[in-house]
């Protein structure tokens, strides 16, 4: 059996209240573990089913928007990161699994922190609970009601000692049931 080391830890963009909550977990982690933070938004919100297809963009149209997302990423976390050099940031131009696939391959992350802002929220166009637990690696939703819920994909639960969470601080991720046709 293969164990997973937290070398590194991802965060998906989420520009909420529940995002910086998400983004605290985050941060406490990689302070404590002195690993780094890679921070990703996508220049398709995964979040959103309506999003427009960015694909239609011209590519001036797509670098513009993908020089302004990351500048602004920049702007909203590097204050919070104060000293803690230990991060990198990323807007993703592909959707959301491809991209996450791609920097988890590439070891970008061994843990990946989604803020989850409503308990219906969607990523990537489908339940973000149906996301975190069938994604590949060890995967942390944060809220959507308070900072201290953390619900964690069966590969996160075999690595929540590293996290330094006790049993009582998490919760495993309920898969949700989709109505039956008939």
Known sequence: MTVVVLDSIGLCVHRSEVGDRAFDFAYQLVRRRNVPLNIFDFLEDPYDPDVPDSRKLSKEERDRILVEKER????RYDERLGHYLKAGFRVCEDNEWTELHHCL???EFQ???LPCPTEDATFGGRSIQTFAEHFACPTALIGPD??????L???AVMVVNQMGLDANQWEPIR???TPVEL
Do not use: Y
């Open 72 to 75: 602004e990423i920049r702007f």
């Open 153 to 155: 994909n069966p590969p």
């Open 175 to 177: 898969p949700v049931a």
């Open 146 to 151: 308070s900072p201290d819920r953390i619900r």
């Open 111 to 113: 843990l990946l922190v």
């Open 105 to 107: 391959l590439h070891r």
